[in-house]
RNA sequence: GCCGACCUAGCUCAACGGUAGAGCAGUGGUUUUGUAAACCACCGGUUCCGGGUUCGAGCCCCGGGGUCGGCUCCA
């Protein structure tokens, strides 16, 4: 079944990745004893507030309130100012332990929901491992300051005046414990930091990570638009981004023609009984754009007939297996590897969307290799590779891999799943690449390999999956003809790469910043001419470019220094300026994209140009304004 | 879907409940320019949509849509 590749801020990947993300123990305590002083400031305010989790996260923490009006953002400053004088007055954190008894009836009277909540789910539990509390020897942990007292497992600084610079961030509603059927808290973002350098660099790489937004570059660039008009969660490719595709696709078709692909086109609407069959209406109907209702009106007379029932598809396997099964298949054709650029539609809910990385209507690079269990392994290698030569080309860097093994909830017998998990570990270890298991993390139907990348400031995204569906087979009865003449169960291993290219692309955007690298570049050179004598020498060379296969622009009226300005601003990947001192001399002046004031180069032949530039596109080198992350081997946190 | 904030020209943003404005972009002209934004003029509006309150609504109230920050979800 198919299951698109996932790009996921790391904060998003907070909540479970929490204890290896919160930087170290001294970062832990600081940022906890952070929330707990403005949960101390909040109580000031409201002394009504009941008070939810308040835990140290990725680069800040969080606190959740319950309060008796909703927060603004101009509530922030004050909250602030309060933490402040708790900071000022140094007050020491106070560590007590109390009978569970003693513990409910104290947060009992304080009216204390919520802690109350948790305390009784530590006596019956134990221990909660979404928020580090637990219940040890009857007894459970608190913390106090200032006279505000928390459960709370520590550990916490010593002193409310060791706590460092912090900035409240921002206000958000919030499931209590993350569950929708739950009352909705709000909850307070905050970050802190050991020292003001420290949190002035934090904040100038959210301002980073604003510029690079694929969303506010989308238009400016003419890279891509959603129109209110055509619908939410549904792009408009515009020039520039089309271009960027038509070459991501290009390239696509070219690898998979050479790796023995099979490429085929699946129709957009399917019968309602593929859906049936393959389980998607039962499992994944609300998430699915139908039923068209069809009447087939040639179908004699009267029209009392009940009309037929198609959706639109929502994932592009049923139509891949039935191209497997368009006639009897012999052991000898396998594997078959079959592959679509397939638009798929799936209802999103509306808060779910964020340009192009989270829509409604999008185009997978979608694979299902039919093999037998024999030559899973080494497909499954081959996938491998292929999707770590793609992050490659693309610069993104510090791949982890992940096996993510059987979950509890799952279809299929334990002998699948101990054949199809092998294959995956034995694909990897043939590699004898470094990879981390993920127990549990399989999906229902399918064990599956996953890997993340760090882009260019360093978040980590989820890459290229892979898996072996353990589920369609038995469904669509997937078989081929084996060399004993018996009908054998075909595997079938499922991938995509990109992902799918509205996600790819978006992810692109804010990995380059804008920048992209030649070979994807919508506008490869920019050619000036000086002045209007120089003119027909301009067009010359822009044809010249042009025969070379370059994407070309001339731009000849007008200030030089604007259209130079302009050019930058296109993101042109080369300006090239050419007067009539290069007209005699048969020259061109070469800007680079993000070069500095007269850092051009000077009298570079049009033949040693273009030279270089066909090397630079063919290689599909990066560019030179493009800087990569470099991994420190620890989360950034630590620094 | 949920909590909160927001929605004014193509874009970025102004306008106390009292005549909707600026910069950029676009168009027309002037300027003939040597490496990051030349000058003048013009054009540009259902102030997201629909109701309501008011002598009068961009502004206040109600409903809907969309966007943003999160939550949940991501099969």
Not at 338 to 358: A, K, N, P, Q
Request: net charge negative.
């Amino acid at each position: 079944m198919t299951k698109a590749i996932l790009f996921v801020w790391r904060e998003a990947m907070a909540r479970t990745e929490r204890r290896a993300d919160h930087g170290g123990e001294k970062l832990y305590a600081l940022r906890h004893s952070t929330a707990h002083v403005m949960a101390g400031a909040v109580l000031e305010l409201f002394p009504e507030a009941k008070f939810g989790f308040g835990p140290p996260v990725a680069d800040g923490f969080y606190y959740d309130f319950d309060l008796p009006r909703p927060l603004t953002e101009e509530d922030l400053p004050k909250i602030e100012e309060r933490m402040r004088k708790i900071v000022g007055k140094d007050l020491p954190f106070e560590h007590k332990d109390l009978s569970v008894p003693e513990a409910l009836a104290f947060f009992g009277e304080r009216k204390q929901d919520y802690k109350v909540d948790q305390i009784q789910k530590l006596a019956h539990e134990g221990k909660d491992d979404e928020s580090d509390d637990e219940v040890i020897g009857g007894r459970v942990s608190v913390y106090q300051h200032d006279g505000f007292v928390d459960l709370c497992r520590g550990p916490h600084v010593e002193r409310t005046g060791k706590i460092g610079p912090f900035k409240l961030l921002s206000v958000a509603g919030a499931y209590w414990r993350g569950d929708e059927t739950k009352p909705q808290l709000q909850r307070i973002y905050g970050t802190v930091w050991p020292s003001q350098k420290e949190l002035d660099a934090y904040l100038e790489k959210l301002k980073e990570i604003e510029r690079r937004d694929h969303r506010k570059l989308g238009g400016p660039l003419q890279l891509f638009r959603i129109d209110e008009e055509i619908g939410s969660g549904l792009v408009l490719w515009l020039p520039n981004g089309a271009i960027v595709r038509e070459e991501l696709e290009n390239w696509w078709r070219t690898v998979h023609h050479e790796r023995g692909y099979t490429l085929v086109y699946t129709p957009h609407i399917a019968h309602e009984k593929t859906y049936k069959r393959s389980g998607h209406l039962e499992k994944y109907g609300e998430n699915m754009y139908g039923p068209l209702l069809l009447d087939d009106s040639s179908q004699g007379a009267g029209g009392t007939k009940s009309p037929q029932r198609f959706w639109i598809k929502p994932m592009n396997c049923p139509g891949h297996i039935k191209v497997f099964q368009s006639r009897i298949r012999s052991y000898r054709e396998l594997p078959l590897r079959i592959g679509e650029l397939g638009t798929v539609y799936r209802y999103e809910r509306g808060g779910t969307l964020h340009g192009m990385l989270r829509v409604r209507g999008f185009t997978q690079d979608d694979s299902h290799i039919f093999c037998s269990w024999d030559q899973a392994q080494e497909e499954i290698g081959k996938v491998f590779d292929l999707a770590m030569e793609f992050m490659r080309i693309f610069g993104y860097s510090d791949p982890q891999i992940y096996l993510a093994t059987r979950p509890e909830r799952r279809l299929g017998t334990d002998e699948m799943w101990d054949k199809a998990e092998t294959a995956l570990r034995q694909a990897l270890g043939v590699r004898e690449v470094p990879y981390k298991m993920d127990e549990g993390g399989g999906v229902f139907y399918a064990p599956k390999i996953d890997i993340k990348m760090r882009d260019a400031i360093g978040r980590e995204w989820q890459g290229p999956t892979i898996q072996i569906d353990l589920n369609l087979p038995e469904r669509f009865d997937v078989t081929f003809v084996n060399d004993k003449g018996e009908h054998e169960r075909a595997v079938m291993i499922h991938r995509v790469l990109f992902g799918s290219l509205e996600r790819f692309v978006g992810g692109l955007i804010e990995h380059y910043a804008g920048n992209f690298p030649l070979w994807l570049g919508w506008e490869q050179a920019a050619v000036l001419p000086v002045r209007d004598t120089a003119r027909v020498y301009a067009e010359g060379i822009a044809a010249r470019l042009r025969e070379a296969r370059f994407r070309v622009h001339l731009d000849a009226d007008g200030d030089l220094r604007t259209r130079i300005a302009n050019a930058q601003r296109r993101r042109a990947n080369y300006t090239l300026v050419v007067g009539d001192k290069e007209a005699v001399a048969g020259t061109v002046s070469v800007r680079r994209r993000g070069a500095g004031q007269g850092d051009e180069e000077r009298g570079v032949t049009l033949d040693d140009l273009i030279a270089r530039l066909s090397v630079e596109r063919d290689t599909k080198a990066l560019p030179a304004d493009f800087a990569p992350h470099v991994s420190n081997g620890t989360d950034s946190l630590d620094a």
